[in-house]
């Protein structure tokens, strides 16, 4: 009999696959784990202190250092709840820009988290490709918004900026190219012997464990549980959109895997109607005070998020600058349950099931 002794092992916080920087104490037997400590914090920058210190205006940029492959959606949350609390109507014209913005930016995401997961697992061409596409999503970002990354694009009330001319024709014709490029991923990856056997049944846990956990998005979804604050509490203009919410059942690596595949083809619908419904003309910005005050009280709203479940709460003492601010920030929720996947497991399955999970540590940290 081979005798052998624990002996801790750190992952990160420098690790190509732990995107970001993240550090795992794992305490090891042989190649089986026997506990995993993860450790965070160290992305953190106090986002939610130096808000209060803020205009509401002024938050607006720090919102894309969070999830920084989703910076629209987090520029969208803010927004959302300071509207909600001043009570604000919103142009028809704004809304479709902040539609489409944010889905280009959800594909971008699931781009960036396709490319990067198949190169955890030893697949080098697949990211090359995700992120040739992702160039062109960015690409069209810029041009709505002046950067490539950190957009800081929406405003109280509306948008910063109008759709420059023939960029809408633009996001028409990148429609139809995505759909086919999805399509060689499918048949380059997910019908794929080797990647099948590497992810199926790898990280699996069951709906109740999900829900016990606050896990949401596709790490919810992937155990058959159909919940999509785009269908189930609608906001912006999303109930004028015909789409789908993909579910899965098993729960493991694979079904988030589909899951994430899905919603691009999803979001593809979405962005195909907001731009054939896009208002010929119309403002970019509602009737908004020069400086936002909105009035005492506190908002929570929540919106869906490429990881999950986002939201934001506003404590209000009628000041230009919150009280309190906090985010909901799913990405720190869904990493919660990494320990108890890992327990037992292999050390070689380890990127796998983290990887499937999707965080981004500039949101875990905050």
């Not at 993240?22 to 400590?37: C, H, P, Q, S």
């Not at 629209?72 to 704004?94: D, K, Q, S």
């Not at 930016?105 to 030893?122: A, E, K, N, P």
């Amino acid at each position: 009999m081979i005798r052998t002794e624990e002996m801790l092992l750190n992952v990160g916080p420098q690790h190509p696959s732990t995107h970001g920087v993240f550090r795992l104490v794992l305490k090891i037997d042989g190649e089986t784990i026997v506990e995993a400590t993860p450790v965070i914090g160290y992305l953190h920058r106090g986002t939610e202190k130096i808000a209060e210190n803020l205009q509401y205006t002024q938050i607006i940029p720090y919102t894309d250092r969070l999830d920084y492959l989703a910076g629209m959606t987090n520029n969208y949350v803010l927004c959302h709840a300071v509207e909600t609390m001043m009570g604000l109507e919103i142009p028809e014209r704004a809304e479709y820009l902040r539609v489409l913005a944010m889905e280009l930016g959800r594909i971008s995401s699931h781009l960036v988290w396709w490319g990067t997961y198949l190169l955890d697992i030893g697949a080098i061409s697949p990211f090359l490709y995700a992120f040739r596409e992702r160039e062109m999503i960015l690409n069209l970002l810029n041009e709505l918004s002046g950067a490539r990354m950190t957009f800081n694009y929406m405003r109280v009330g509306g948008v910063k900026w109008d759709a420059p001319d023939g960029w809408i024709d633009k996001v028409k014709a990148f429609v139809p190219y995505m759909r086919e490029q999805l399509a060689g991923y499918h048949d380059l990856v997910t019908g794929n012997d080797i990647f099948i056997n590497r992810i199926k049944g790898v990280g699996a846990y069951t709906k109740e464990e999900a829900l016990n956990y606050s896990l949401s998005g596709a790490n919810i979804r992937c155990t058959g549980v159909d919940w999509d604050l785009r269908k189930d509490e609608p906001y912006s203009i999303y109930d004028r959109f015909d789409f789908d919410i993909p579910v899965y059942e098993t729960g493991d690596a694979w079904a988030r895997y589909h899951c994430r595949m899905d919603e691009i083809e999803q979001s593809l619908r979405i962005v195909e109607q907001a731009a054939e419904q896009f208002p010929a003309d119309g403002p970019i910005l509602g009737k908004v005070p020069r400086i936002v005050k909105p009035p005492a009280g506190e908002a929570f709203v929540r919106i869906e998020s490429p990881r999950g479940e986002l939201g934001c709460y506003i404590a209000s003492e009628g000041k230009k600058e919150p009280y309190r601010l906090k985010f909901r920030r799913p990405s720190f929720y869904n990493l919660q349950i990494l320990p108890k996947l890992l327990k037992g497991e292999n050390i070689a399955n380890l990127i796998a099931i983290l990887g499937a999970i999707d965080i981004v540590l500039g949101e875990v940290d905050g």
